[in-house]
C-alpha cells in the first residue's frame, strides 16, 4: 500500500511571506502527526491531528498552524516566515495515534531566504 | 532541556560486528520507547520499540535493552552490515497525555565492510 505521501519535496521561499505543506497518510490511517527537523535542534514535535481535531501542540509560535480534513489527510501553514524555519518538516501517520509506530513521509525541505 | 539523549554523534563499526547505539533519558514519566533509522532525503523509519513493562525486545538482528532504573536503553545490532549505515534515532513517549514522539539527536552509524 502507498505510504505517507508530501508534497511538495522541495520549497524556497521568502522571509515574511506564508507556506502550505500537504501530506497524505497511509490509508486508513486517521492520527497525522507534524515534525520539524533542523541541524541544531533534531526532531521537534508540532502537533498531532485525529479526526479533524488537534489532539496536541509542541512548542512553537502561533505562525505555525495545521488542519486535518475528512479524509485523514492534513495540511500545516507557516505564516510571516523567518529564517529560523528553514528546516525539514515530516509528516507522520498512524491508524490512531495509540501505535507509536508511526509511518514517515520523506519531508518537505523547505528554505527561507 | 534535553529529555532524550544520544551522547554519541557517530558510530563506526566493522562489518559482521556488533553496533551498540546508547540513549539516556530524564522524564521519568516516559514508558514507551522506539528507535528509527534514517536515510538521507528519507523519512525515518520505524525499527523497533519497547514497552517500560519489558526489559528486553527483540526483532531479527535487532535488540533494544532497557533499564528503567538508570534511564537508558540501548539498541544492539548484530551482525552489522553495511547497509544499516544511517542515523539511528530514539524515541520515547508518554503514553498517559500527549501523543507526541521526543527525540534524540540521533547517532550516524557506519558499517565499514
Not at chain 1, 502507498?2 to 515574511?16: D, E, N, S, W
Not at chain 1, 515534525?35 to 533534531?42: A, D, E, I, R
Not at chain 2, 532525503?41 to 527483540?58: M, Q, W, Y
Request: aromatic letters at 12%.
Amino acid at each position: 500500500k502507498a505510504g505517507v505521501t508530501q508534497t511538495p519535496r522541495y520549497l524556497i521561499k521568502t522571509r515574511g511571506q506564508q507556506v502550505t505543506l500537504s501530506c497524505s497518510p497511509i490509508s486508513g490511517h486517521r492520527s497525522v502527526s507534524w515534525y520539524q527537523q533542523t541541524p541544531g535542534q533534531g526532531l521537534q514535535f508540532l502537533f498531532e491531528y485525529f479526526s479533524e481535531t488537534q489532539r496536541n501542540k509542541g512548542n512553537f509560535p502561533g505562525r505555525f498552524s495545521g488542519r486535518q480534513f475528512s479524509n485523514s489527510r492534513s495540511e500545516m501553514n507557516v505564516s510571516t516566515l523567518e529564517l529560523g524555519d528553514s528546516a525539514l518538516y515530516l509528516c507522520a501517520s498512524s491508524p490512531d495515534g495509540v501505535n507509536y509506530g508511526y509511518t514517515f513521509g520523506s519531508g518537505t525541505r523547505l528554505t527561507v531566504v | 532541556d534535553q529529555q532524550v539523549k544520544q551522547n554519541s554523534p557517530s558510530l563506526s563499526v566493522q562489518e559482521g560486528r556488533i553496533s551498540i547505539l546508547n540513549c539516556d533519558y530524564t522524564n521519568s514519566m516516559f514508558d514507551y520507547f522506539l528507535w528509527y533509522k534514517k536515510y538521507p532525503a528519507e523519512g525515518p523509519t520505524f525499527l523497533i520499540s519497547i514497552s517500560s513493562i519489558k526489559d528486553k525486545n527483540e526483532d531479527g538482528r535487532f535488540t533494544v535493552f532497557l533499564n528503567k532504573s538508570a534511564k537508558h536503553l540501548s539498541l544492539h545490532i548484530v551482525p552489522s552490515q553495511p547497509g544499516d549505515s544511517a542515523v539511528y534515532f530514539c524515541a520515547a513517549v508518554n503514553s498517559g497525555s500527549a501523543r507526541q514522539l521526543t527525540f534524540g539527536s540521533g547517532t550516524q552509524l557506519t558499517v565499514l565492510p
